[in-house]
């Protein structure tokens, strides 16, 4: 046997020799590990889309948050543009982008002809000029549905009734706010 092992067998000083120097080997295998902090998105990511642009959950009720960065459109006109398309599926909606695209629907009184929308909320103030919606028709051609173009009379009635929702639901925040 060697002298290390009769020492370390034998003594307390071996046995404490034997763990420091087994400590001291793995903290020095450790040593060689990079650590790399994790990197975060340098601006929020939205969780309906996965696309950049909006804020941060963290920061929604912060007044950094309501400087200027919130939603890049007006939230009154962008909820009732959802209360009035909520007559037909919705396909995509982009909360930060302001757009919102129905699936087709085919009304009940017209089997012939089926609607899709798309609605568009590209300002911060509620104006007439800040909401866009558009109506694309088809039409049943036999088995096949056929484009028809756009209904731009259907389009500005629909922007009338979001509007005047986006009203409707102002006045009910003001009236709220009074009681």
């Not at 950049?52 to 948050?65: F, M, Q, R, T, Y």
Request: glycine share 8%; charged share 25%.
């Amino acid at each position: 046997m060697t002298i290390f092992r009769r020492i370390c067998k034998f003594t307390r000083f071996g046995r404490i020799l034997s763990f420091s120097l087994g400590t001291a080997l793995l903290l020095s295998s450790c040593s060689g590990l990079k650590t790399t902090p994790v990197e975060e998105p340098k601006e929020p990511v939205s969780i309906f889309t996965g696309k950049p642009g909006g804020i941060k959950l963290s920061e929604l009720g912060s007044k950094k948050s309501s400087s200027g960065d919130g939603l890049p459109v007006n939230a009154l006109l962008w909820r009732a543009a959802l209360d009035i398309a909520s007559f037909v599926p919705l396909d995509d909606v982009d909360t930060f982008g302001g757009s919102i695209v129905t699936e087709w629907h085919q009304p009940n009184d017209t089997p012939n002809q089926r609607l899709k929308l798309t609605m568009f909320v590209v300002g911060r103030e509620l104006r007439s000029d800040a909401i866009t919606v558009r109506a694309y028709i088809q039409n049943r051609l036999g088995p096949e549905w056929v484009d028809a173009g756009r209904d731009e009379a259907l389009g500005r009635k629909l922007e009338d009734l979001v509007l005047t929702r986006a009203r409707e639901l102002r006045a009910a925040a003001a009236a709220e706010t009074v009681n």
